[in-house]
DNA sequence: TATTTTCATGAAAGCGATTTCAATATCTAT
DNA sequence: ATAGATATTGAAATCGCTTTCATGAAAATA
């Protein structure tokens, strides 16, 4: 019992009219006389027509259908971009084709040919790093592309952050202030651009304004994990740092857990910031000063950069740059 | 400067074979003798040509692409089986659209019939409630639908969940073996039945079978939150409960963090046990004892089912009901 | 009223594949 | 070598819609 579909030709030949009209009715193309359009209303109503996405893609050239590149959705940080993009999304009539590249290289690059031969109208990635295979890639594409939370250093793709080295020299300039002499710094790869030229870059500048030395065994590298962070966390004890500056919110939430379990006061013995201020800084005890993200902007803007280039407009700015702000919670003492 | 495509009939040109060959060989049909598939090959190898998805769409009537339709991405659980159904879904080669459906029956209807006419070749539908709208434009709906973490009371459309029931019926169990009384449950709204008709059903065989009295003050709807639960905490204090199950993870959360602040010791005036075991159980202080499910698999399994749909085959069983367990952790007293 | 313009509409050509069916090759077994 | 079977190919129809172009109808202008 195949569900019979209806199609454009059958409510042309239902209405007494041409399929080029009821294209032109569905469409809302203005050049049809009300009386027709009534009609053709009328019949689709009746015969209860869905235009065929496909065919009409195949025809117009445009899927109104965006990928979206994510390493990880069951990654808050992400997932809250990801919020973003699809709200705006689904505001301009697009959808999302969404995949899980887990911030592999390959991966990225398979799932953006796919993307692409599924003729999408155009790509938003996320992601912690950009090869140059990546980036060949992105040009290569026939549609566009626009980086969500995800740094280029190159600058050459369209791309939404916020200023994560002056974030990052922000917070540990004030650690400094509070007299803090060892702070380590505990990030995903160091082969990511955005740890090692970003979040790297500004923790030295900061220590360096502040004639610090910098000791690059304070300097931990590891996952974007809960996990990643408690096994992290004896390290850490042992290298005598007083702060801790994390690159990821689960991660510094699992630094805390072990460092309290460990006997550690928190932010007595250990003071400790985090970057992303998703809502495991809220749950976490003690609630973790941050610096903090319009997270669903920065999907929510990308989003909108991208509508105009599909619709080959210009944009005021490549690259644009969301305000920070650092938010003060349990997980460090207040300023003197 | 246009980006020209190589299409199949280039390719066809080139190799001086006809498209129904060069559709052979890529699509891996037998039928081509070895010598033509190698010049076929290299030719689409020199011009790079990637098939048209929609194109090949509109032809094959299968789109390779499945809609998923979530509530809301940044939802950890629910995040959790995408990534399950994802990892399958890639594994047969499908794409995944993904919408957010804010759990709204409207939206859902709406998200299922663009979906629809985007020629999805199935649907994984997530979301708290199915009623007979929903129901019904599943049954109208020409692709299969599969119900991920997600009930449908009368059991109509293919699903995967644990005995969200018989789980908190354990749970709650537990609790009253420990002494307990006054066990407050806080839940999503009770216009859901996955809350009203199970999981609330499940707390009252547990205080039936103990011959304890339901009093439906103890019963607490809220929003599936972190605030909502710091809002309702000071409701349940009010109560003189001394237990509460928790339908939501982050809920809990709030639940948990709310009380500590205002001076109540969890585990030792207050008991809690939530449902569903994400990370936020671990991050939490005290972690929260849950019930375990497994999230990942939820999700991977019915994306299986969803391909045996889409290919036409035979369900072994149309309701999947994957086991659950129960985690103690911190925010219970162990058991005598 | 005759002549332009402007509107509405339909015919038909794609869009880039898949797929059926018939035709041609190639292989077997006499 | 030859009929029959089998393996390879290509021609052409389709999928369901958009869009260009031509045409007749209606409205505006002279």
Redesign the pocket.
């Known amino acids: 019992m195949e569900k019979q579909?209806?199609?454009?030709?059958?409510?042309?030949r239902e209405a007494?009219?041409?399929?080029?009209?009821?294209?032109?009715v569905?469409?809302g193309?203005?050049?049809?006389?009300?009386?027709?359009?009534k009609k053709v209303l009328a019949v689709i109503e009746r015969l209860d027509?869905?235009?065929?996405?496909?065919?009409?893609g195949?025809?117009?050239?445009?899927s109104t259908t965006v990928g979206v590149i994510i390493p990880d959705v069951t990654n808050i940080y992400f997932a809250s971009l990801a919020r973003g993009i699809d709200d705006i999304a689904m505001m301009y009539k697009y959808n999302i084709i969404l995949t899980n590249s887990d911030d592999a290289g390959e991966q990225e690059v398979n799932v953006l040919n796919t993307l692409m031969a599924k003729q999408v109208d155009g790509v938003i990635f996320m992601g912690n790093h950009i090869d140059d295979k990546l980036r060949a890639e992105f040009k290569r594409a026939k549609a566009p592309v626009v980086l969500a939370g995800t740094v280029d250093p190159q600058g050459e793709t369209p791309s939404v952050n916020i200023d994560y080295a002056a974030a990052v020299e922000e917070a540990v300039t004030a650690l400094i202030k509070r007299g803090h002499e060892k702070i380590a710094i505990a990030l995903g790869p160091l082969s990511q651009s955005i740890n090692a030229e970003y979040r790297l870059a500004g923790y030295k500048r900061a220590l360096n304004k502040a004639k610090l030395p910098y000791d690059d065994k304070l300097v931990y590298e590891a996952g974007y994990s809960y996990d990643a962070g408690t096994k992290l966390q004896p390290v850490i004890a042992d290298s005598g740092a007083t702060a801790v500056f994390v690159g990821d919110d689960e991660m510094a939430a699992g630094i805390i857990n072990a460092s309290v379990e460990s006997g550690i006061s928190i932010p007595d013995d250990l003071e400790v910031i985090t970057s992303n201020d998703t809502i495991v800084t809220q749950i976490a005890r003690p609630a973790i000063t941050s610096i903090t993200q319009p997270l669903y902007d920065i999907g929510a803007v990308a989003m909108r950069m991208l509508t105009k280039l599909m619709n080959d407009k210009e944009l005021d700015e490549k690259t644009v740059t969301l305000p920070y702000g650092i938010v003060r919670r349990g997980s460090t003492k207040s300023a003197e």
């Open positions: 579909t209806v199609t454009i030709y059958d409510v042309a007494a009219v041409s399929m080029a009209t009821v294209s032109r569905v469409n193309n203005p050049n049809v006389k009300p009386a027709t359009r027509y869905r235009p065929n996405a496909v065919a009409r195949l025809a117009s050239k445009r």
